[in-house]
């Protein structure tokens, strides 16, 4: 096994990781928005304001931009890898 090959199967393993970890801040920030939505108890202007935060984090767009931003490097390195050979 060469150096290149540890490196492409490192590099590999990061992007799962990577996929992973932005999987599980999904699910994360899906529980924070359901429990912030089930607190009705809140003053008015801090509830808005917490109910407003966790909508912008849970954004689906910047979520796709990021999974699709991993999938097309992963798929960039898997096409540099065909062309070196």
């Known amino acids: 096994m060469t150096i290149i ?3 492409n199967i ?3 393993l990061l992007l799962i990781g990577s996929l992973i970890a ?4 999904i699910a994360l920030l899906f529980k924070a928005n359901k429990a912030v939505s089930a607190i009705e108890n809140l003053s008015e202007n801090f509830g808005k304001f917490v ?3 966790v909508a ?4 689906i767009q ?3 931009t990021a999974v699709h931003e991993i999938v097309e490097k992963f798929t960039d390195h898997k ?4 062309k070196s050979k």
């Open 5 to 7: 090959d540890t490196i």
């Open 51 to 53: 109910r407003d935060i």
């Open 10 to 12: 490192l590099t590999v």
């Open 62 to 64: 910047t979520v796709t």
């Open 79 to 82: 096409n540099t890898k065909k």
């Open 22 to 25: 932005v999987c599980l801040l």
């Open 56 to 59: 912008s984090m849970v954004n």
